[in-house]
């Protein structure tokens, strides 16, 4: 009888509690996805494509305005080139003298 009792505590004070708190997170999230979703304008379209193939929503690809035939190939070579750099000038370092805001001054207790 004492574990019947024991069993039904927990399941009625712990397993449904938790049950209602998951189900009640589902249905916020899918409400979520549901408005987000709605914003985006793909409601009730997803998986669907246009009438290129591309996924709804998907940049549509733009055609180049210069065919990739036109040109010519420029072949490019690697110098190489080694520099030296002369020693700079050292300049004149004076650091300045150090400057206080306030002078600290005790306050007598009362």
């Known amino acids: ?14 397993i449904v509690p938790l049950g209602k708190i998951a189900l009640q997170v589902y249905r916020t999230r899918k409400q979520f996805r549901d408005l987000y979703n709605s914003f985006r304008g793909n409601s009730g379209n997803q998986g669907s494509a246009d009438r290129s193939g591309a996924p709804y929503g998907a940049p549509h690809r733009k055609k180049k305005k210069i065919d990739p035939s036109v040109g010519e190939y420029v072949a490019f070579e690697e110098i190489s080139e080694t520099v030296t750099y002369s020693e700079t000038t050292k300049t004149d370092f004076r650091p300045e003298p150090q400057i ?9 207790e009362k």
């Open 1 to 14: 009888m004492l574990t019947f009792l024991l069993l039904f505590i927990i399941i009625f004070f712990i």
């Open 100 to 108: 206080s805001d306030a002078e600290w001054e005790e306050i007598p």
